[in-house]
């Protein structure tokens, strides 16, 4: 299965963010599709959401997806290519590196979106 | 019909307990490609590019829904994550429920909710009309 602690690590890491993003996406889903109800519900919606948990939250999870899409990259060149299965150590320290490259400006503009932004 | 974890494709043919089980362990990955381009780009435009928290507003979400463009690459990245996301949930349900009972159960509600959350998304996306107001 996977060998070594790392990939045990990525392993949780890799399930709990999937698990927690599809749980998110169905809340997101039902939150932007009730915009079929008309301005002012949704309106009303959006003021509520207003409150910077639910900006911080959403902080969270975005931190989540970019882990997951990056390692899930990792996983797919481990199955498809026999130098991803020899390099599977460093492309999870490769993981890291890009993941603080995207990570850190993304991190940076949605907390001033939260706290700096707004009309 | 069990999940199983393999890390080659070699490997999963011969792990796969049926042909369908494969084609999931492919589209996972298949799935996955996309989704790094849809999602990616949904955070870029919608979380970095917009004030998420400040500047959305009813106008701005219909506008946008009603592009067909928009209409088109939300309702891939809404489809493409519900798959893989469904998918993956039943790996788990299948790893950490023990009882067939309870499994047969969680995925009963499971699927119906998900059902639901995809049968309004799509309404959304496609069943309304939006005249701008300004
Ligand atoms: C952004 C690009 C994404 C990539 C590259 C990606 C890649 C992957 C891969 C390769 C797997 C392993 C599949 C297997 O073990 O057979 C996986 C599992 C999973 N993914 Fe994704 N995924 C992405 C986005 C998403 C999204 C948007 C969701 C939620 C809606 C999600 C939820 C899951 C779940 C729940 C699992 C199962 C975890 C497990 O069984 O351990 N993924 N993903």
Redesign the pocket.
């Given at each position: 299965m996977y060998r070594g602690r790392e990939g045990q690590w990525a392993?949780y890491l890799?399930?709990i963010s999937?698990?927690a993003?599809?749980l998110f996406?169905a809340l997101h889903v039902t939150e932007i599709s009730s915009s079929m109800f008309g301005p002012k519900w949704f309106n009303a919606l959006l003021k509520f959401e207003e409150n910077p948990i639910f900006g911080l939250g959403l902080v969270g999870v975005a931190a989540l997806?970019l882990y997951?899409?990056l390692n899930?990259?990792r996983?797919?060149l481990m199955d498809f290519t026999s130098w991803g299965v020899k390099l599977q150590r460093q492309l999870w320290y490769a993981v890291w590196v890009v993941y603080v490259i995207l990570g850190f400006p993304m991190l940076f503009i949605m907390l001033k979106h939260v706290f700096v932004g707004g009309a | 019909m069990m999940a199983f974890?393999a890390r080659r494709l070699e490997e999963a043919k011969r792990l796969s307990t049926s042909n369908l089980e494969l084609l999931w362990?492919v589209f996972?990955?298949v799935s996955?490609?996309l989704?790094?381009f849809l999602?990616l780009g949904h955070l870029y435009t919608r979380a970095v590019l917009l004030n998420f928290h400040h500047d959305l507003t009813y106008d701005v979400v219909a506008r946008n829904m009603s592009t067909v463009t928009w209409k088109f690459y939300n309702w891939l990245l809404l489809f493409l994550?519900i798959l893989?996301?469904t998918n993956?949930?039943r790996?788990?349900i299948d790893d950490y429920l023990p009882s067939p009972r309870a499994r047969v159960w969680v995925k009963v509600i499971v699927y119906t909710l998900v059902f639901l959350v995809t049968v309004f998304g799509t309404l959304s996306l496609w069943a309304w009309n939006y005249t701008p107001v300004r």
């Amino acid at each position: 299965m996977y060998r070594g602690r790392e990939g045990q690590w990525a392993f949780y890491l890799h399930r709990i963010s999937g698990i927690a993003i599809i749980l998110f996406l169905a809340l997101h889903v039902t939150e932007i599709s009730s915009s079929m109800f008309g301005p002012k519900w949704f309106n009303a919606l959006l003021k509520f959401e207003e409150n910077p948990i639910f900006g911080l939250g959403l902080v969270g999870v975005a931190a989540l997806v970019l882990y997951h899409a990056l390692n899930g990259l990792r996983i797919i060149l481990m199955d498809f290519t026999s130098w991803g299965v020899k390099l599977q150590r460093q492309l999870w320290y490769a993981v890291w590196v890009v993941y603080v490259i995207l990570g850190f400006p993304m991190l940076f503009i949605m907390l001033k979106h939260v706290f700096v932004g707004g009309a | 019909m069990m999940a199983f974890r393999a890390r080659r494709l070699e490997e999963a043919k011969r792990l796969s307990t049926s042909n369908l089980e494969l084609l999931w362990w492919v589209f996972m990955r298949v799935s996955g490609v996309l989704l790094v381009f849809l999602v990616l780009g949904h955070l870029y435009t919608r979380a970095v590019l917009l004030n998420f928290h400040h500047d959305l507003t009813y106008d701005v979400v219909a506008r946008n829904m009603s592009t067909v463009t928009w209409k088109f690459y939300n309702w891939l990245l809404l489809f493409l994550s519900i798959l893989h996301g469904t998918n993956g949930l039943r790996y788990s349900i299948d790893d950490y429920l023990p009882s067939p009972r309870a499994r047969v159960w969680v995925k009963v509600i499971v699927y119906t909710l998900v059902f639901l959350v995809t049968v309004f998304g799509t309404l959304s996306l496609w069943a309304w009309n939006y005249t701008p107001v300004r």
